[in-house]
C-alpha cells in the first residue's frame, strides 16, 4: 500500500484555522514591517505569489466543502420523502399487487391506492437502495477529505511507500553475519553450533517526490534508506541499527526515452531472487548475484517492435569502486578504481514481450573498468553477462543471471574480492592479480494461489583456484581466500492483504575456502512485514 502525500480538499476546520494562519501572519508582517529592513522587489512578488496561491486554495476548499454539504443535504432530503411513502405499506403489512382500479369511480380508486403504492413498492425499495449506496459512498469521500495530509514544501506531490519487516531466524553453524548471512565460516572453538535472534533492521522507508515537466519530459526523484548500517556502541546496540542510505535518484522519463543520475542499482544486474529474509543484501549476493547501490549517470531509450515487443538498450558511467573498505571513518580518500583518472562504463541491451501475462525477456551486458594500486600496478576490470525471464505456464516462472568476469569484487564477483597480493602487500614490489571468477543463479518462482508464492533458488559464485594456488596465500591477503560459494533457499510467501505479508524461508550456505574444509550454515527465518 502506498500513500499519496499532496495537498487536497480539507474540511472547513481546516480552511479557517489556514485562514485564522493567514490572518495572523499579515498582522505580525505589519508590526515587524517597522524594525527590518524592506524586502527586496523578487522576495516581495514572491510572497504575494505564495499568498495568491494560498488563498486559491482557500476558495477552492471552500467550493468543494460546499458542493459536498449540498448534495448530501439533497440525499438526506430525498431519503427522508422516500421513507415516508413506505410507511403506510410498512405498517398496515400490504405488498400484494391489487387490479386496476375502474375509470370514474373516485371512491374504487381511493380504496385502490394504497395497493397501487404497493404494486410500486419494490421499485421504490431499488431506489433507496441506490440512494443509501450513493449516500455512502459520498460519506465516504467527506470522511477522506478530513483526513489528516501530509504537506510537502512546494507545490507538487510526493509519495512515502516502504516495508516495516521482522525477521526472526535460527542457524546452525557461523556465517559472516546472523541476520542475514551471505557465505559460511568454520564455527570458533567452543562456541555454540545453534543460535536464534529477531531484527528490524531490514525495515526500508522511501520517498518519491514528482516534480515539474521540463523539456517535455516528466522529472521525478526518490530515496530510500534502511537500518542496516551497522551498530551504534551501546548496549544493545545491536537492536538499534544505524540508518544507511541505499539509493537517491532523480529521473527525467520520456515517452521511449529516461535519464537517471543518483546512486541506484546496478542496472547491469537488475534482477534478484525473491526474498524477505535478505532485504539489506539482495538473496544470492556472494553467491553468483552482482549487485551493488552506486553512483551513476545512465541514459535508457525502449524502442517499441511489433507484436508487443520491447527492446531496450541501456548505457551509462558508474562511481568505479573496487569492495575496498574507507581508509577513514568521517573523510573519504580515493580508492584504486578511481585513482585510475576514469570512471567504470557499463551497457546493456534488453528484449521483451508479454507472455501468460508476465515479460518473458533476455538481456546482454557488460562493464570496464580500470584500477590503479599505486606503484605502476594496474588491474583492467571486466564482466559480461545476461539475464533472462521466463514464463513457462501462467502460474510458473523461471529467471535468473550469468555472469563470468575479472576484477569486479566492487560488484560483488569473487567473493566480494577484486584483486589478490602474491606477496606482503605492503611491499611495492609485491605483484597483484585480478582474480577470474564466474557464477550466477536461478530461481524457479510458483503462484499458488493469488495470495501464496513459493520460490526455490540456487545460486553458486566460483573464484578460480588456479588463480591462487602457487600465487596468493591467505596470510598475505588479510583474510580467507574463498574458492566457492553455494547458496540453495526455498521459501513461502503469503500475502493475505495487498499490504501485509507473511514469509517462511529456509536457506542453507557452503563455502569452500581454498587452503581450508568447507564450512555449511543452515538458517531457519519467519518474516512478517507491513508495506505503506
Known amino acids: ?36 529592513p524592506a524586502p527586496s522587489d523578487t522576495a516581495v512578488r514572491d510572497l504575494a505569489e505564495q499568498v495568491r496561491e494560498l488563498r486559491g486554495l482557500v476558495e477552492q476548499m471552500r467550493s468543494e466543502n460546499a458542493q459536498s454539504r449540498s448534495e448530501m443535504q439533497e440525499l438526506r432530503q430525498e431519503l427522508q420523502d422516500t421513507r415516508r411513502l413506505l410507511a403506510p405499506l410498512v405498517a398496515s403489512g400490504n405488498t400484494q399487487p391489487s387490479p386496476a382500479p375502474a375509470q370514474g369511480n373516485s371512491s374504487a380508486n381511493a380504496a385502490a391506492e394504497p395497493a397501487a403504492s404497493a404494486q410500486t413498492s419494490p ?12 449516500a455512502a459512498l459520498l460519506g465516504s469521500k467527506v470522511d477522506e477529505q478530513y483526513q489528516t495530509k501530509v504537506e510537502t514544501a512546494s507545490k507538487y506531490r510526493a509519495r512515502l511507500s516502504g516495508i516495516v519487516l521482522m525477521n526472526a531466524f535460527r542457524n546452525v553453524g557461523a556465517s559472516d553475519n546472523l541476520d542475514f548471512p551471505d557465505y559460511a565460516v568454520p564455527t570458533s572453538p567452543g562456541v555454540s553450533q545453534a543460535s536464534f535472534g529477531a531484527t528490524l533492521r531490514q525495515t526500508e522507508v522511501g520517498l518519491e517526490v514528482f516534480g515539474p515537466n521540463l523539456a517535455g519530459a516528466k522529472s521525478s526523484a526518490n530515496v530510500r534508506f534502511d537500518f542496516a548500517g551497522g551498530f551504534p556502541s551501546t548496549p544493545n546496540g545491536v537492536d538499534f541499527g544505524n540508518v544507511r542510505l541505499q539509493t537517491a535518484s532523480l529521473r527525467l522519463d520520456w515517452e521511449h526515452t529516461s535519464v537517471v543520475a543518483g ?65 577513514d571513518p568521517f573523510d573519504r580518500y580515493a580508492q584504486a578504481g578511481e585513482q585510475s583518472g576514469q570512471p567504470a562504463y557499463a551497457a546493456r541491451t534488453a528484449w521483451s514481450r508479454p507472455l501468460f501475462g508476465h515479460p518473458l ?27 533472462w525471464q521466463i514464463p513457462i505456464l501462467r502460474r510458473l516462472n523461471l529467471s535468473g543471471e550469468f555472469y563470468r568476469g575479472r576484477g569486479v569484487g566492487g560488484l560483488g564477483a569473487g567473493v566480494g574480492r577484486s584483486i589478490l597480493f602474491g606477496g606482503d602487500p605492503t611491499l611495492i614490489y609485491t605483484p597483484i592479480h585480478g582474480l577470474d571468477s564466474e557464477g550466477g543463479w536461478s530461481q524457479l518462482q510458483l503462484q499458488i494461489t493469488p ?22 596465500t591467505d596470510a598475505n591477503n588479510y583474510t580467507t581466500i574463498l574458492g566457492r560459494n553455494r547458496s540453495e533457499l526455498g521459501n513461502l510467501v503469503y500475502r493475505p492483504r495487498s499490504d501485509l505479508l507473511l514469509a517462511a524461508e529456509y536457506r542453507r550456505l557452503r563455502s569452500f575456502p581454498i587452503y581450508s574444509g568447507s564450512s555449511v550454515t543452515n538458517q531457519v527465518s519467519l518474516s512478517m512485514g507491513v508495506l505503506f
Not at 502506498?2 to 490572518?23: C, D, N, P, Q, V
Not at 525477456?361 to 545476461?386: E, H, K, L
Open 123 to 134: 421499485a421504490l425499495e431499488d431506489r433507496v437502495q441506490k440512494l443509501e449506496e450513493s
Open 263 to 327: 546512486q541506484d542499482s546496478l542496472f547491469i544486474s537488475p534482477l534478484s531472487p525473491t526474498s524477505f529474509a535478505s532485504l539489506a543484501t539482495p538473496a544470492m549476493a556472494y553467491a553468483g548475484n552482482l549487485w551493488a547501490w552506486t553512483p551513476q549517470i545512465r541514459a535508457e531509450h525502449r524502442f517499441e517492435l511489433s507484436s508487443g515487443q520491447t527492446l531496450t538498450v541501456q548505457g551509462g558511467i558508474l562511481d568505479n569502486l573496487d569492495w575496498e573498505f574507507p581508509a
Open 1 to 36: 500500500m502506498k500513500t499519496r502525500i499532496k495537498i487536497a480538499g480539507l474540511g472547513s476546520a481546516a480552511a479557517a484555522a489556514l485562514l485564522i494562519f493567514l490572518s495572523s501572519y499579515s498582522t505580525a508582517q505589519q508590526a515587524t514591517s517597522e524594525s527590518r
Open 451 to 472: 495470495k501464496l508464492q513459493m520460490n526455490a533458488v540456487f545460486g553458486q559464485d566460483n573464484p578460480f583456484a588456479g588463480d591462487v594456488r602457487g600465487f596468493a
Open 361 to 387: 525477456s533476455f538481456a546482454v551486458a557488460g562493464y570496464y573498468g580500470r584500477q590503479n594500486w599505486a606503484w605502476g600496478r594496474f588491474v583492467d576490470a571486466w564482466a559480461g553477462m545476461t539475464d
